[in-house]
């Protein structure tokens, strides 16, 4: 089992930059697959970003490809999403989750465990 927590969201100007972070807790993430989920205001919980557990391979939403980076600290059990020139569209409460599954995870039903989300707010 593992635990997620993710910090580093916050209210950003259109074309901004923010890091966020999941750290894990329980079992290192490198032994799961990882990804980024958003979910917006009266809209469907979406794929952001995956990362594949041991290889490392990723994923992105046509949305956010050329413009968000998922990246694993094995060392500090922690996964990132780099997320550049945001856009108001990115507003949203960002989760990671963890999955057993393998392969790049792209679908949230085939994940296991959950954080609790952190917000984003871009500004036009």
């Known amino acids: 089992q593992v635990q997620l927590v993710e910090s580093g969201g916050g209210l950003v100007h259109t074309g901004g930059s923010l890091r966020l972070s999941c750290a894990a807790s329980?079992?290192?993430?490198?032994?799961?697959?990882m990804g980024w989920f958003r979910q917006a205001p009266g809209k469907e919980r979406e794929f952001v970003a995956a990362?594949?557990?041991?290889?490392?391979?990723?994923a992105y939403a046509d949305s956010v490809k050329g413009r968000f980076t998922i990246s694993r600290d094995n060392a500090k059990n922690t996964v990132y999403l780099q997320m550049n020139s945001l856009k108001p569209e990115d507003t949203a409460v960002y989760s990671c989750?963890?999955?057993?599954?393998?392969?790049?995870?792209?679908?949230?039903?085939?994940?296991?465990?959950w954080g609790q989300g952190t917000q984003v707010t871009v500004s036009a």
């Open positions: 989750a963890a999955a057993i599954a393998a392969g790049v995870v792209v679908t949230k039903d085939e994940y296991d465990y």
């Open positions: 329980g079992r290192t993430v490198s032994s799961y697959g």
């Open positions: 990362v594949r557990r041991f290889t490392g391979s990723t």
